[in-house]
């Protein structure tokens, strides 16, 4: 099984600030099986990116995202108040089982 | 889209099934997958139904654990339970990965969520 770490577990920024998350697997991922989702407070989560830099339909263009092998990143250009969620990171190239990172919980400074 | 059955509360020992309806695609044509998240906690997928056949593949964390099944002739897949435990309180995801016939994708449709809550 693939495990998935991200860090930090805490990301304190204000808006307008740029936000960088990071997700590392412990074998290699393909990049093409590769995802990143956000999660607000009540709410099911939404597929970002996929493909490790595609962005899914309607988001954004300030979120991108980048890596390959074990280490991949999410990236917020200039953060809006909407953007303060938590964010999971997702493979799918070793499975089952798919796997998930813990998240990485973007707060406001 | 995909819609679920309502929030659930139950007994340790009872048994339970929890219901994951699609529309506006091809029920038949992708895999469901669910996802359990336990209260204050990530995101762990469960395994994968493909309702055309009915073809299950369980994570190996959750096999024996619980049943998965589909009746594709109104679209609906289903997570069922035998006996529950405390420790199956959480919330309860159905997902569509994007991509027709795989669950090699990103989950791009996600129900609302079931709460199982199980207590004494």
């Known amino acids: 099984e693939i495990v998935l770490t991200q860090s930090p577990g805490t990301l304190s920024l204000s808006p307008g600030e740029r936000a960088t998350l990071s997700c590392r697997a412990s074998q290699s991922v393909s990049s093409r099986y590769f995802a990143w989702y956000q999660q607000k407070p009540g709410q099911a989560p939404r597929l970002l990116i996929y493909?490790?830099?595609s962005r899914a339909t309607g988001i954004p263009d300030r979120f991108s995202g980048s890596g390959s092998g074990t280490d991949f990143t999410l990236t917020i250009s200039r953060l809006e108040p909407e953007d303060f969620a938590v964010y999971y990171c997702?493979?799918?190239?070793?499975?089952?089982?798919?796997?998930f990172g813990q998240g990485t919980r973007l707060e406001i400074k | 889209q995909l819609v679920q059955s309502g929030a659930e509360m139950k007994k340790p020992g009872e048994s339970l099934k929890i219901s994951c309806k699609g529309s506006?695609?091809?029920?038949?044509?992708?895999?469901i997958a669910w996802v359990r998240q336990m209260p204050g906690k990530g995101l762990e997928c469960m395994g994968f139904?493909?309702?055309?056949?009915?073809?299950?593949t369980y994570s190996p964390s959750f096999k024996g654990q619980v049943t998965f099944s589909a009746d594709k002739s109104i679209s609906s897949a289903y997570l069922q339970w035998n006996s529950l435990k405390a420790s199956d309180t959480a919330m309860y995801y159905c997902?569509?990965?994007?991509?027709?016939?795989?669950?090699?994708?990103?989950?791009?449709?996600w129900g609302q969520g079931t709460m199982v809550t199980v207590s004494s």
């Open positions: 139904i493909y309702p055309s056949d009915s073809y299950t």
């Open positions: 997902a569509r990965p994007s991509g027709a016939g795989t669950y090699h994708e990103g989950f791009d449709i």
């Open positions: 997702q493979q799918y190239d070793n499975s089952p089982p798919v796997t």
């Open positions: 506006g695609f091809s029920f038949t044509s992708y895999y």
């Open positions: 493909g490790a830099s």
